[in-house]
């Protein structure tokens, strides 16, 4: 058996639920609702999230986009996106647990809107009111160490860092603060949310061991979305399997593969 069959077979645990899947991916942005389904079915990905306050619950808003939805059969991760106060998160995800019968709600509370960077101290109060109200809540936040025990303290047992701004397709701006999150909670489901732009950013993110990813843009606004879309599955699983696996030390001076390189085998122990 591969260690890629292992880890599939054997799945993780998010949120009270057994996932197979590593990668969650957004709904926004296709350039039309097939191409989302075909693109959502081609990543694998087993977890969906949904924008409440964008998309609406009505047949004006888009009923086929619903349908979709839940035709996939997937597990759905609300989001409060376009929230700027605590105030309108905790009533946005309230509307979202009527709706969709969960209890997962993906917090976003923007603080700026010239790079989407989330608010801290508002997405720390909403997150303890959430917590009280039995959400399973996975908020988002910066690569803020800091920040991010704020947030376990109030009792989230996840955490969505960013890897760099909302859509910028950037990458891992700071790899070593995530890599201190990463340390800080060795036990804690951690989610690299935001700024993946390609294949190799999620490699990336899977080899300092997080747990998954998850994103939009990247698969949304490529040119073939369902071929990207199937890039990013192999990718995560690359970059699990890579973290498992375990990577050598870095070397500071080359060191030679061979023992004595230039020596044929049988003259080096005469």
Same mark, same amino acid.
């Given at each position: 058996m591969t260690k890629q069959m292992e880890t599939n077979e054997n799945g993780w645990q998010i949120?009270?639920?057994?996932?197979?899947?590593r990668m969650f991916i957004g709904s926004a942005l296709y350039p039309?609702?097939?191409?989302?389904?075909?693109?959502?079915?081609?990543?694998?990905?087993?977890?969906?999230?949904?924008?409440l306050r964008r998309q609406g619950v009505n047949k004006e808003a888009?009923?086929?986009?619903?349908?979709?939805?839940? =035709? !996939?059969?997937?597990?759905?991760?609300?989001?409060?996106?376009?929230c700027?106060? #605590?105030? /309108?998160a905790i009533t946005i995800a309230q509307m979202a647990r009527?709706?969709?019968?969960?209890?997962w709600i993906k917090l976003e509370v923007?603080?700026?809107?010239?790079?989407?960077?989330?608010?801290?101290?508002?997405?720390?109060?909403?997150?303890?009111?959430?917590?009280?109200?039995?959400f399973e809540v996975f908020p988002y936040t910066t690569d803020d160490l800091v920040v991010a025990k704020k947030l376990v303290d109030a009792g989230c047992n996840i955490l969505m860092p960013w890897g760099s701004p909302i859509g910028s397709g950037k990458?891992?701006?700071?790899?070593?603060?995530?890599?201190?999150?990463?340390?800080?909670?060795? =036990? !804690?489901?951690?989610?690299?949310?935001?700024?993946?732009?390609?294949p190799s950013h #999620?490699? /990336?993110?899977?080899?300092?061991?997080?747990?998954?990813?998850?994103?939009?843009?990247?698969?949304a606004l490529a040119q073939d979305p369902v071929g990207m879309a199937e890039a990013f599955a192999l990718a995560v699983k690359a970059g699990r399997m890579g973290y498992e696996a375990g990577a050598m030390q870095e070397r500071e001076f080359a060191s030679p593969s061979t023992p004595t390189v230039g020596t044929p085998f049988w003259h080096q122990n005469k």
């Open positions: 949120g009270g639920k057994k996932l197979n899947s039309s609702p097939a191409i989302m389904e075909e693109s959502i079915r081609a990543s694998g990905a087993q977890v969906v999230t949904v924008s888009g009923e086929g986009f619903w349908n979709i939805i839940r =035709e !996939l059969d997937i597990q759905v991760l609300p989001n409060t996106a376009g700027h106060s #605590a105030k /309108e009527e709706v969709f019968g969960t209890n923007i603080g700026d809107q010239y790079n989407l960077q989330p608010d801290p101290y508002e997405t720390v109060e909403a997150a303890k009111v959430l917590v009280k109200e039995g990458g891992l701006m700071n790899p070593y603060s995530l890599k201190a999150i990463r340390e800080a909670f060795p =036990e !804690l489901p951690l989610i690299i949310d935001a700024g993946i732009g390609k #999620a490699i /990336e993110a899977m080899e300092l061991g997080y747990d998954g990813i998850l994103l939009n843009s990247a698969v």
